[in-house]
DNA sequence: CCTTCTCCGACTGATTGGCTAGGATTTAGT
DNA sequence: ACTAAATCCTAGCCAATCAGTCGGAGAAGG
Protein backbone atom coordinates (compact mmCIF):
# COMPACT_ATOMS: atom_id res chain seq x y z
CA UNK A 1 0.00 0.00 0.00
CA UNK A 2 1.87 3.35 -1.37
CA UNK A 3 -0.59 5.66 0.65
CA UNK A 4 -3.23 5.18 3.71
CA UNK A 5 -6.75 6.47 3.47
CA UNK A 6 -5.35 9.55 4.78
CA UNK A 7 -4.80 10.53 1.09
CA UNK A 8 -7.88 8.39 0.35
CA UNK A 9 -10.01 11.00 2.63
CA UNK A 10 -8.51 13.65 2.01
CA UNK A 11 -8.80 13.55 -1.66
CA UNK A 12 -12.42 12.71 -1.95
CA UNK A 13 -12.55 15.70 0.57
CA UNK A 14 -11.25 17.94 -1.38
CA UNK A 15 -12.88 16.87 -4.83
CA UNK A 16 -16.33 17.40 -2.72
CA UNK A 17 -15.22 20.94 -2.35
CA UNK A 18 -14.37 21.51 -5.35
CA UNK A 19 -17.58 20.30 -6.54
CA UNK A 20 -19.45 23.61 -4.63
CA UNK A 21 -16.91 25.86 -5.92
CA UNK A 22 -18.17 29.96 -5.32
CA UNK A 23 -20.82 28.69 -3.48
CA UNK A 24 -21.06 28.84 0.11
CA UNK A 25 -19.01 26.85 2.62
CA UNK A 26 -19.46 23.03 2.65
CA UNK A 27 -19.96 21.76 6.09
CA UNK A 28 -17.65 18.51 7.19
CA UNK A 29 -20.88 17.22 8.49
CA UNK A 30 -22.59 17.50 4.59
CA UNK A 31 -19.30 16.11 3.42
CA UNK A 32 -19.03 12.62 5.75
CA UNK A 33 -22.86 12.06 4.30
CA UNK A 34 -21.83 12.13 0.85
CA UNK A 35 -18.51 10.33 1.03
CA UNK A 36 -20.22 7.89 3.92
CA UNK A 37 -17.39 9.04 6.20
CA UNK A 38 -16.59 9.16 9.26
CA UNK A 39 -16.75 13.18 10.59
CA UNK A 40 -14.19 12.93 13.38
CA UNK A 41 -11.95 11.35 11.31
CA UNK A 42 -12.11 13.75 8.57
CA UNK A 43 -12.16 16.75 10.99
CA UNK A 44 -8.32 15.68 11.81
CA UNK A 45 -7.66 15.73 7.65
CA UNK A 46 -8.99 19.32 6.87
CA UNK A 47 -6.92 20.57 9.29
CA UNK A 48 -3.94 19.40 7.59
CA UNK A 49 -5.33 20.26 4.81
CA UNK A 50 -6.16 24.34 6.28
CA UNK A 51 -2.48 24.30 7.86
CA UNK A 52 -1.12 23.84 4.20
CA UNK A 53 -3.18 26.69 3.06
CA UNK A 54 -4.93 24.56 0.49
CA UNK A 55 -8.77 24.92 2.29
CA UNK A 56 -10.33 27.94 4.19
CA UNK A 57 -12.87 27.67 6.92
CA UNK A 58 -15.49 29.61 8.19
CA UNK A 59 -16.28 28.81 11.93
CA UNK A 60 -19.89 28.73 13.53
CA UNK A 61 -23.55 28.32 12.15
CA UNK A 62 -23.27 28.01 8.06
CA UNK A 63 -19.89 27.49 8.46
CA UNK A 64 -17.72 25.20 6.59
CA UNK A 65 -14.79 24.48 4.05
CA UNK A 66 -13.84 26.24 0.74
CA UNK A 67 -10.65 25.85 -1.44
CA UNK A 68 -8.28 28.29 -0.83
CA UNK A 69 -7.70 28.70 -5.32
CA UNK A 70 -9.66 27.72 -7.90
CA UNK A 71 -9.29 23.94 -8.35
CA UNK A 72 -7.24 24.06 -11.33
CA UNK A 73 -4.39 25.25 -9.98
CA UNK A 74 -4.65 23.04 -6.87
CA UNK A 75 -2.27 20.21 -7.49
CA UNK A 76 -2.75 17.02 -6.17
CA UNK A 77 1.02 16.83 -5.23
CA UNK A 78 0.55 19.83 -2.37
CA UNK A 79 -2.60 18.11 -1.39
CA UNK A 80 -1.27 14.05 -0.79
CA UNK A 81 1.86 15.73 0.40
CA UNK A 82 -0.43 17.45 2.98
CA UNK A 83 -2.07 14.59 3.96
CA UNK A 84 0.52 12.24 4.26
CA UNK A 85 3.77 14.13 4.74
CA UNK A 86 7.10 14.19 2.60
CA UNK A 87 6.59 11.26 0.22
CA UNK A 88 9.63 9.82 0.39
CA UNK A 89 10.01 5.92 -1.58
CA UNK A 90 12.57 4.99 1.61
CA UNK A 91 13.51 6.07 4.68
CA UNK A 92 16.85 6.74 3.86
CA UNK A 93 15.99 9.22 1.28
CA UNK A 94 16.25 12.91 1.76
CA UNK A 95 15.27 14.94 -1.45
CA UNK A 96 17.50 18.03 -1.18
CA UNK A 97 16.97 21.69 -2.59
CA UNK A 98 18.78 21.57 -6.01
CA UNK A 99 16.88 18.36 -7.02
CA UNK A 100 19.73 16.20 -5.69
CA UNK A 101 19.18 13.38 -3.87
CA UNK A 102 21.12 12.56 -0.65
CA UNK A 103 21.00 8.63 0.97
CA UNK A 104 21.69 7.75 4.76
CA UNK A 105 23.44 4.46 3.84
CA UNK A 106 26.24 6.72 1.53
CA UNK A 107 28.52 7.50 4.51
CA UNK A 108 28.60 3.60 5.81
CA UNK A 109 31.54 3.49 2.87
CA UNK A 110 32.22 0.32 1.03
CA UNK A 111 30.41 1.61 -2.40
CA UNK A 112 27.85 3.75 -3.61
CA UNK A 113 24.10 2.90 -1.94
CA UNK A 114 22.63 0.57 -5.19
CA UNK A 115 18.93 1.30 -4.19
CA UNK A 116 19.29 5.05 -4.71
CA UNK A 117 19.21 4.92 -8.64
CA UNK A 118 15.99 2.72 -8.29
CA UNK A 119 14.16 5.25 -5.84
CA UNK A 120 14.89 8.52 -7.66
CA UNK A 121 13.15 6.89 -10.37
CA UNK A 122 10.66 5.81 -8.44
CA UNK A 123 10.27 9.50 -6.55
CA UNK A 124 10.42 10.85 -10.10
CA UNK A 125 7.71 8.66 -11.42
CA UNK A 126 4.93 9.45 -8.17
CA UNK A 127 5.76 13.15 -8.13
CA UNK A 128 5.30 13.46 -11.85
CA UNK A 129 1.94 11.72 -11.42
CA UNK A 130 1.01 13.36 -8.66
CA UNK A 131 1.89 16.86 -9.67
CA UNK A 132 0.90 16.43 -13.27
CA UNK A 133 -3.10 16.34 -12.12
CA UNK A 134 -5.01 19.36 -10.92
CA UNK A 135 -8.22 19.04 -8.67
CA UNK A 136 -10.14 19.88 -11.48
CA UNK A 137 -8.75 17.07 -13.46
CA UNK A 138 -10.37 14.98 -10.71
CA UNK A 139 -14.05 16.78 -10.01
CA UNK A 140 -13.98 16.90 -14.03
CA UNK A 141 -13.41 12.74 -14.03
CA UNK A 142 -15.85 12.35 -10.91
CA UNK A 143 -18.61 14.50 -12.34
CA UNK A 144 -18.72 13.01 -15.77
CA UNK A 145 -18.98 9.60 -14.04
CA UNK A 146 -21.58 10.82 -11.88
CA UNK A 147 -24.12 12.85 -13.31
CA UNK A 148 -23.15 13.22 -16.59
CA UNK A 149 -23.51 10.67 -19.51
CA UNK A 150 -20.81 8.22 -19.44
CA UNK A 151 -17.14 9.10 -21.47
CA UNK A 152 -14.46 6.84 -22.40
CA UNK A 153 -12.95 5.93 -19.14
CA UNK A 154 -9.71 7.96 -18.73
CA UNK A 155 -7.72 5.27 -16.65
CA UNK A 156 -7.38 2.76 -19.12
CA UNK A 157 -5.08 4.81 -20.97
CA UNK A 158 -2.83 5.77 -18.55
CA UNK A 159 -2.79 1.84 -17.49
CA UNK A 160 -1.47 0.62 -20.29
CA UNK A 161 1.21 3.63 -20.69
CA UNK A 162 4.13 1.95 -19.16
CA UNK B 1 6.97 6.30 2.94
CA UNK B 2 5.96 4.42 0.05
CA UNK B 3 8.04 1.25 0.85
CA UNK B 4 9.72 -0.56 4.06
CA UNK B 5 12.74 -2.01 4.56
CA UNK B 6 11.74 -4.64 2.98
CA UNK B 7 12.13 -3.52 -0.19
CA UNK B 8 15.51 -1.42 0.60
CA UNK B 9 17.12 -4.48 2.52
CA UNK B 10 15.69 -6.94 -0.62
CA UNK B 11 17.34 -5.05 -3.44
CA UNK B 12 20.26 -4.79 -1.31
CA UNK B 13 20.75 -7.85 -1.39
CA UNK B 14 19.73 -8.62 -4.36
CA UNK B 15 22.41 -6.34 -5.72
CA UNK B 16 24.80 -8.00 -3.46
CA UNK B 17 24.41 -11.23 -5.48
CA UNK B 18 24.35 -9.86 -8.82
CA UNK B 19 28.03 -8.69 -8.28
CA UNK B 20 28.92 -12.32 -7.66
CA UNK B 21 27.63 -13.45 -11.36
CA UNK B 22 28.77 -16.37 -12.09
CA UNK B 23 30.75 -17.66 -9.12
CA UNK B 24 29.61 -19.61 -5.89
CA UNK B 25 26.87 -19.04 -4.10
CA UNK B 26 27.31 -16.72 -1.43
CA UNK B 27 26.21 -17.00 1.71
CA UNK B 28 23.79 -14.47 3.52
CA UNK B 29 26.30 -14.04 6.41
CA UNK B 30 28.47 -12.51 3.81
CA UNK B 31 25.92 -10.35 2.30
CA UNK B 32 24.75 -9.40 6.13
CA UNK B 33 28.56 -8.00 6.55
CA UNK B 34 28.88 -6.41 3.79
CA UNK B 35 26.02 -4.39 3.88
CA UNK B 36 26.03 -4.03 7.59
CA UNK B 37 22.38 -5.86 7.77
CA UNK B 38 21.03 -7.96 10.38
CA UNK B 39 21.22 -11.67 9.41
CA UNK B 40 18.41 -13.06 11.11
CA UNK B 41 15.86 -10.43 9.19
CA UNK B 42 17.59 -11.03 5.86
CA UNK B 43 16.65 -14.84 5.83
CA UNK B 44 13.07 -13.69 6.11
CA UNK B 45 13.67 -11.48 3.13
CA UNK B 46 15.26 -13.89 1.04
CA UNK B 47 12.73 -16.36 1.80
CA UNK B 48 10.20 -14.00 -0.54
CA UNK B 49 12.86 -13.64 -2.87
CA UNK B 50 13.09 -17.48 -3.26
CA UNK B 51 9.50 -18.49 -3.30
CA UNK B 52 9.34 -15.82 -6.55
CA UNK B 53 12.12 -17.45 -8.19
CA UNK B 54 13.41 -14.68 -8.13
CA UNK B 55 16.91 -16.56 -6.29
CA UNK B 56 18.21 -20.05 -6.35
CA UNK B 57 19.71 -21.37 -2.84
CA UNK B 58 22.08 -23.94 -2.09
CA UNK B 59 22.15 -25.62 1.48
CA UNK B 60 24.74 -26.71 3.77
CA UNK B 61 28.17 -25.73 4.32
CA UNK B 62 29.57 -23.45 1.34
CA UNK B 63 25.88 -23.19 0.43
CA UNK B 64 24.09 -19.50 0.03
CA UNK B 65 22.39 -17.98 -2.97
CA UNK B 66 22.83 -16.77 -6.81
CA UNK B 67 20.18 -15.46 -9.05
CA UNK B 68 17.88 -17.55 -10.40
CA UNK B 69 18.58 -15.55 -13.83
CA UNK B 70 20.70 -13.57 -14.96
CA UNK B 71 20.81 -9.66 -13.71
CA UNK B 72 19.51 -8.05 -17.09
CA UNK B 73 16.82 -10.29 -17.32
CA UNK B 74 15.15 -9.53 -13.70
CA UNK B 75 13.26 -6.70 -13.64
CA UNK B 76 12.87 -4.41 -10.20
CA UNK B 77 8.98 -4.59 -10.15
CA UNK B 78 8.92 -8.08 -9.78
CA UNK B 79 11.86 -7.64 -6.77
CA UNK B 80 9.86 -4.96 -5.04
CA UNK B 81 6.43 -6.70 -5.64
CA UNK B 82 8.24 -10.11 -4.05
CA UNK B 83 9.60 -8.47 -1.00
CA UNK B 84 6.78 -5.73 -0.64
CA UNK B 85 3.55 -7.54 -2.02
CA UNK B 86 0.83 -6.40 -4.32
CA UNK B 87 1.91 -2.58 -5.14
CA UNK B 88 -0.91 -1.23 -5.15
CA UNK B 89 -1.37 3.13 -4.45
CA UNK B 90 -4.98 2.53 -1.97
CA UNK B 91 -6.45 0.04 0.32
CA UNK B 92 -9.90 0.29 -2.81
CA UNK B 93 -6.89 -0.72 -5.75
CA UNK B 94 -7.74 -3.45 -7.64
CA UNK B 95 -6.03 -4.03 -10.43
CA UNK B 96 -7.85 -6.39 -12.78
CA UNK B 97 -6.73 -8.90 -15.95
CA UNK B 98 -7.60 -6.51 -18.76
CA UNK B 99 -5.77 -3.58 -17.49
CA UNK B 100 -8.99 -2.07 -16.14
CA UNK B 101 -9.01 -1.32 -12.10
CA UNK B 102 -11.76 -1.71 -9.66
CA UNK B 103 -12.42 0.32 -6.99
CA UNK B 104 -14.29 -0.76 -3.80
CA UNK B 105 -16.55 2.50 -3.70
CA UNK B 106 -17.41 2.19 -6.69
CA UNK B 107 -20.93 -0.15 -5.73
CA UNK B 108 -21.47 3.09 -3.02
CA UNK B 109 -23.46 4.80 -5.33
CA UNK B 110 -23.44 8.22 -5.83
CA UNK B 111 -21.23 8.89 -8.48
CA UNK B 112 -17.55 7.47 -9.72
CA UNK B 113 -14.79 7.53 -7.22
CA UNK B 114 -12.84 10.61 -7.97
CA UNK B 115 -9.64 9.44 -6.58
CA UNK B 116 -9.64 6.38 -8.95
CA UNK B 117 -8.23 8.64 -12.02
CA UNK B 118 -5.58 9.41 -9.47
CA UNK B 119 -4.06 6.11 -8.31
CA UNK B 120 -4.38 5.15 -11.60
CA UNK B 121 -1.67 7.49 -12.85
CA UNK B 122 -0.12 7.13 -9.76
CA UNK B 123 0.33 3.13 -10.01
CA UNK B 124 1.22 3.42 -13.20
CA UNK B 125 4.03 6.17 -12.57
CA UNK B 126 5.40 3.17 -9.71
CA UNK B 127 4.97 0.68 -12.36
CA UNK B 128 6.86 1.93 -15.40
CA UNK B 129 9.86 3.47 -13.03
CA UNK B 130 10.18 -0.02 -11.27
CA UNK B 131 9.90 -2.51 -14.56
CA UNK B 132 11.55 0.26 -16.32
CA UNK B 133 14.64 -0.94 -14.44
CA UNK B 134 16.93 -4.37 -14.21
CA UNK B 135 18.87 -5.14 -11.54
CA UNK B 136 21.89 -5.28 -13.90
CA UNK B 137 21.29 -1.49 -13.97
CA UNK B 138 21.53 -1.31 -10.31
CA UNK B 139 24.42 -3.45 -10.31
CA UNK B 140 27.07 -1.34 -12.81
CA UNK B 141 25.67 1.83 -10.75
CA UNK B 142 26.52 0.77 -7.78
CA UNK B 143 30.03 -0.50 -8.88
CA UNK B 144 30.47 2.61 -10.85
CA UNK B 145 29.71 4.96 -7.98
CA UNK B 146 31.43 2.66 -5.31
CA UNK B 147 34.69 4.03 -4.06
CA UNK B 148 36.01 0.16 -4.37
CA UNK B 149 36.22 -1.28 -7.69
CA UNK B 150 33.34 -3.77 -8.57
CA UNK B 151 36.17 -6.89 -8.30
CA UNK B 152 34.88 -9.86 -6.58
CA UNK B 153 36.91 -10.93 -3.74
CA UNK B 154 34.64 -13.61 -2.07
CA UNK B 155 37.51 -15.30 -0.17
CA UNK B 156 37.61 -12.55 2.26
CA UNK B 157 34.22 -12.82 3.96
CA UNK B 158 33.78 -16.64 4.10
CA UNK B 159 38.28 -16.91 4.30
CA UNK B 160 37.72 -18.74 7.88
CA UNK B 161 38.53 -22.41 6.61
CA UNK B 162 41.40 -24.11 5.35
C1' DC C 1 -29.01 32.05 23.85
C1' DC C 2 -29.17 28.12 21.33
C1' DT C 3 -27.94 25.61 17.54
C1' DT C 4 -24.57 24.71 14.28
C1' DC C 5 -20.27 24.43 13.11
C1' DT C 6 -15.02 24.61 13.44
C1' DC C 7 -11.22 23.45 16.33
C1' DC C 8 -8.15 20.85 19.55
C1' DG C 9 -6.04 17.27 22.28
C1' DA C 10 -6.16 12.96 24.46
C1' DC C 11 -7.07 8.33 24.15
C1' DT C 12 -7.66 3.46 22.12
C1' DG C 13 -7.74 -0.93 19.69
C1' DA C 14 -5.87 -3.21 15.90
C1' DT C 15 -2.37 -3.84 12.65
C1' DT C 16 2.16 -3.56 10.78
C1' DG C 17 7.24 -3.22 10.72
C1' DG C 18 11.55 -4.62 12.16
C1' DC C 19 13.86 -7.86 14.43
C1' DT C 20 15.31 -11.88 17.62
C1' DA C 21 15.28 -16.87 19.18
C1' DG C 22 15.52 -21.45 18.64
C1' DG C 23 15.70 -25.21 16.39
C1' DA C 24 15.44 -28.69 12.30
C1' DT C 25 17.68 -30.04 8.13
C1' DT C 26 21.13 -30.30 4.56
C1' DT C 27 25.84 -30.53 2.89
C1' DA C 28 31.23 -30.07 2.43
C1' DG C 29 35.30 -31.14 4.28
C1' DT C 30 38.17 -34.02 7.36
C1' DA D 1 31.10 -40.71 10.82
C1' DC D 2 31.57 -36.19 12.73
C1' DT D 3 31.41 -31.49 12.69
C1' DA D 4 30.96 -26.93 11.11
C1' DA D 5 28.56 -24.06 7.96
C1' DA D 6 24.80 -23.01 5.89
C1' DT D 7 19.68 -22.85 4.61
C1' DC D 8 15.04 -23.25 6.31
C1' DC D 9 10.88 -22.74 9.41
C1' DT D 10 7.91 -21.13 13.17
C1' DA D 11 6.98 -18.37 16.91
C1' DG D 12 7.02 -14.38 19.26
C1' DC D 13 8.24 -9.41 20.80
C1' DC D 14 8.27 -4.43 20.98
C1' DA D 15 7.50 -0.03 19.21
C1' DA D 16 5.21 2.72 15.98
C1' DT D 17 1.62 3.84 13.06
C1' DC D 18 -3.29 3.76 11.48
C1' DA D 19 -7.99 4.62 11.82
C1' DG D 20 -11.04 6.24 14.53
C1' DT D 21 -13.61 7.92 18.92
C1' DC D 22 -14.69 11.17 22.47
C1' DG D 23 -15.34 15.25 25.01
C1' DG D 24 -15.21 19.69 25.10
C1' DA D 25 -13.91 24.65 24.01
C1' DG D 26 -14.68 28.30 21.09
C1' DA D 27 -17.12 31.18 16.98
C1' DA D 28 -20.99 32.73 14.34
C1' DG D 29 -25.95 32.94 12.62
C1' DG D 30 -30.90 32.98 13.80
Known amino acids: ?52 GLVESQRGARGGYRLARPADRIDMLEVVQALEGAITPMECFHPEPEGKVSCSHEADGDHACATKLLWTKVHGGVAKALSGTTLADLVEFAGAGGDGPPEPDPTKAVAGAA
Open 1 to 52: MLFSTRAEYGVRLMVELGRHAGDQPVSLNAVAENERLPLSYLEHLVAKLRKA
